[in-house]
């Protein structure tokens, strides 16, 4: 499943051309065409207003390319459609979009969003690989590269997903951001999430980026949403698992008290980790302080899952070993 869909500011303003239709030339003023929109298709940033640009850059780019403003339509429409779920629609947006005015990003760029979502990786990795081609910050908008992130996550490209979430970090935050306002939502948790796992993978070397990270994490996501509950108990694995224990049990004695351990992770969030049965890590650490025999059968299936292949493979045998032991005898017992 594809990650959790940007927050409202990224949103379109409604527009008069209907879903699906292209409209009539010279019927499109400039400020019909979002500025949103130029984030993914660079090309249409002449339409906008905005940036270094002006009405006479506006008119320049009209009269070399009179579809543009179209091509930029287009677009935005097949945004809308990937954001509602509309994936085949969207990529036939995108396609008109590249008729119209061949040889742009924009198209790419909304394609490869378009099949991320749709669960087609490779094409979506190929469809972005193009857009950079075409133009160095295509892939600049933070929306396209928790996408673009997400699928080199899927594909295995573990170290391109880490430059790319440490890319898009910084521009989580912000009006063209993953969040309506600060930075505080649940796509924004997601993706700081992703980037936390992703340092976690690298075992040892990438502990203190994790943790870092995944405080984060937990302070960009809503109290109550499903990120947070992951989020903390990714922190409290990470935490264990660097050694500061005590902070580990806290976390999750307090999760267990108020929101409760997961029997499931939601498969929107476990999706994001490099290692899928890094959730079950997540549900064993969390099921330790009120459920260790629970627990310790979760360790043990995140052994034969294939944990027992990964980084943390010691880590988690030591927890197994802890658990199998018995409790000491009570004096006079």
């Not at 394609?111 to 950079?132: D, H, I, P, Q």
């Not at 340092?199 to 109290?223: H, T």
Request: hydrophobic residues 40%; charged residues 25%.
């Amino acid at each position: 499943m594809r990650p959790p869909v940007a927050a409202a500011a990224l949103v379109f303003a409604s527009i008069a051309v209907a879903p699906g239709a292209t409209a009539a030339p010279g019927s499109v003023s400039s400020s019909d065409v979002e500025f949103a929109t130029a984030q993914k298709a660079p090309e249409c940033l002449s339409f906008t207003g905005k940036g270094s640009t002006g009405p006479k850059s506006t008119l320049w780019a009209g009269a070399k390319q009179p579809s543009l403003k179209e091509h930029c339509l287009e677009l935005q429409q097949g945004i809308r459609r990937f954001r509602n779920g509309e994936f085949l629609q969207a990529v036939a947006q995108a396609d008109r979009a590249e008729l119209l005015s061949p040889g742009l990003a924009g198209p790419h760029v909304v394609r490869g969003e378009a099949l991320a979502r749709w669960g087609k990786y490779k094409e979506a990795y190929e469809a972005f690989e193009k857009a950079r081609t075409l133009h160095a910050r295509a892939l600049d908008d933070a929306e396209a590269l928790d996408d673009l992130g997400f699928v080199q996550v899927r594909l295995g490209k573990l170290d391109e997903a880490r430059k790319t979430y440490r890319a898009l970090l910084p521009r989580v935050a912000g009006p063209l951001g993953l969040c309506a306002v600060g930075g505080e939502c649940e796509a924004a948790g997601a993706a700081y999430l992703t980037a936390g796992m992703l340092a976690l993978e690298q075992g040892k070397p990438g502990i203190d980026e994790a943790v870092a990270v995944l405080r984060e994490a937990r302070s960009k996501s809503p109290a109550s949403s499903s990120v947070r509950r992951v989020g903390t108990l990714a922190l409290a694995l990470a935490l264990d698992r660097r050694g500061d224990t005590t902070q580990a049990r806290e976390l999750t004695s307090e999760l267990s008290k108020t929101a409760g351990i997961p029997g499931d992770l939601p498969t929107e969030l476990s999706s994001r980790f490099p290692a899928m049965e890094e959730g079950l890590a997540l549900r064993a650490i969390g099921l330790e302080a009120t459920e260790p025999t629970v627990a310790l059968e979760v360790w043990r299936k995140y052994l034969t899952a294939g944990g027992d292949k990964r980084a943390w493979a010691d880590h988690a045998k030591q927890h197994v070993a802890a658990l199998e032991k018995p409790a000491p005898k009570k004096k006079g017992g």
